[in-house]
């Protein structure tokens, strides 16, 4: 069997595992372009010699360390399969060490920033409600642009305050504040176009938008706004998470909210939030009102 047929059937279990899409389409596109030059190759030789050769090339491009992380543990994930399955004798990629992650403070938005972004939205007519519910949504909490896409009228209970969200990570329900949700009413209330087959809470030309065009329109309002570097909405994500983080709120609470899987990854808020360190380091001080 061939790399590449071996590549095929590994896709193949995790869509009959029920993999999402966004997960099958991260496999197959590190894997194969990971291992491009060897896909002709009898699966045999991807020995461990063959997978450092495999990440080098990627480290000699000088990308992200994240992105070498993420073509790392795509590798891991396929060879474990591989030698489950009986494919391979051994592991190519058991005991090696892993790439380091060097630690950088997450970029997020000041409140002038923000509120440059949101004159922007307002001062367009056409389009004003819809952006400035979207603005709401993403900064104030947290969404992901897939899951403003995918927002449906139905998920948004009106009493209760909560919107229900289909991301990567799966389902989950996320409170909104009384002024996320002024700007979703008035929207949806007034400026909503769209015929009663189109449930989407969003749409362009009376068509549901799509993630990428949300990213496009938060691009466009930050050029607008001469915020000085690209956005995009992952950036109010890590503003909100951020902000809640120094107004007081707990790591748990925060994973909750961003529907993260591991705590881990919340926690890089924690330590992106150097004000409330500073603050909690004050008032926990031994020496905090001694005459010294």
Known sequence: MQIAEALDEF???HKARGSRPKTLRYYRCTLSNLLRPYLGQPVTDLNVFLCNKALQAVAERNVKPAT?????????????W???????????????????????????????????LFAVAKADARYRERNIAILHLLLACGLRAGEVAALQLSDIDWTQSIVK??????????????????????YVTHSRKATAQVSHVFVFNKRPITAETVSRQ???????ADIGRP??????????????????????SLKRILRHTTLFTSMQ??????ASLRGQMENGSPIRGLKL
């Open 11 to 13: 896709l193949a279990e």
């Open 68 to 80: 070498l992380a993420a073509a790392d543990r795509a590798l891991r994930a396929f060879t474990a």
């Open 82 to 116: 591989l030698y489950g399955v009986e494919l391979l004798p051994k592991n190519p990629m058991q005991g090696r060490k892993r790439p380091k992650l060097r630690w950088e403070p997450k970029q997020v938005l000041s409140q002038v920033d923000i509120q440059k």
């Open 165 to 186: 969200v289909n991301g990567k990570t799966g389902f989950g329900q996320v409170p909104i504040d009384r002024q996320t949700l002024q700007a979703l009413r008035r």
């Open 218 to 224: 938060i691009a466009r309002l930050g050029r607008r």
């Open 231 to 252: 956005i995009g909405p992952h950036i109010c994500r890590h503003t909100f998470a951020t902000a809640f983080i120094e107004a007081g709120g707990d790591v748990f």
């Open 269 to 274: 808020y924690v330590h992106n939030s150097t």
